[in-house]
């Protein structure tokens, strides 16, 4: 079975850009999570799902953030504009649980000039 | 907010070498699982401890949960250069999502 699909793999963007990172997540799983991992800060939880609905935003640093997921199988979350301090490494992950095993996808490293 | 701390933040050994790596918080947690993080990659669950004062073996790899469920270890016997990543603990407590710590870097030289 194919794991969490994660694309671009990188991205390397101007400030001001609109940056838009994409997911598929495990068929069958109720939950997908958006992680941002940085040296400093470690794993951090942007967002998470339940059967598409958005459950808890807290951890979306800013109104430049946004993520949806308008079906089962589709993800993304868009930076609008992108600075450099949103230079990271972007995971998505799912689950069958909101507490399971996370099945991370590969990442998206994002780099912000 | 719930936190878990890792120690060491970073390990360097030779193959061969033993070590334990720790996860440490003041909050109590109803699971704690332990993901292993390699270069380019996101991280894999390894093993899910669930009871105070479970031992879980994988190979050369044993993990605690302390009695009180607030900590964890990881010990790796004879470490081996495919041992290097990243290790990652990560806690589940009522109806929260994982709190994760920031986790162990291991560099294990040949």
């Known amino acids: 079975d194919a794991g969490v699909i994660q694309s671009p793999r990188h991205e390397v963007t101007e400030m001001g850009q609109e940056v838009t990172l994409r997911c598929k997540p495990i068929s069958g799983h109720d939950y997908l999570f958006w992680y941002r991992q940085t040296m400093m800060r470690g794993l951090e939880l942007l967002i998470y799902f339940n059967n598409n609905v958005p459950i808890d935003d807290s951890g979306m640093p800013e109104d430049r953030f946004s993520a949806k997921m308008p079906n089962a199988s589709f993800s993304t979350l868009k930076i609008q504009p992108s600075e450099p301090r949103d230079s990271a490494v972007y995971f998505c992950a799912s689950s069958n649980l909101r507490a399971g095993e996370l099945f991370f996808g590969e990442g998206s490293r994002l780099t912000v000039l | ?110």
């Open chain 2, 1 to 110: 907010t719930q936190l878990l701390e890792q120690s060491p933040q970073f390990l360097s050994i030779q193959e061969g070498e033993n070590l334990t790596v720790y996860c440490n918080s003041s909050s109590v947690f109803s699971s704690l699982q332990w993901y292993r993080q390699e270069p380019g990659e996101g991280p894999v669950l390894l093993v899910t401890v669930v009871t105070g004062g479970e031992v879980k073996k994988l190979k050369r790899l044993t993990f605690q949960f302390g009695d009180a469920r607030k900590d964890s270890s990881l010990h790796i016997t004879a470490a081996q250069p495919g041992d290097t990543g990243l290790y990652l603990c990560a806690g589940a407590s009522g109806y929260s999502t994982l709190t994760f710590g920031k986790g162990t870097m291991l560099l294990v030289s040949p």
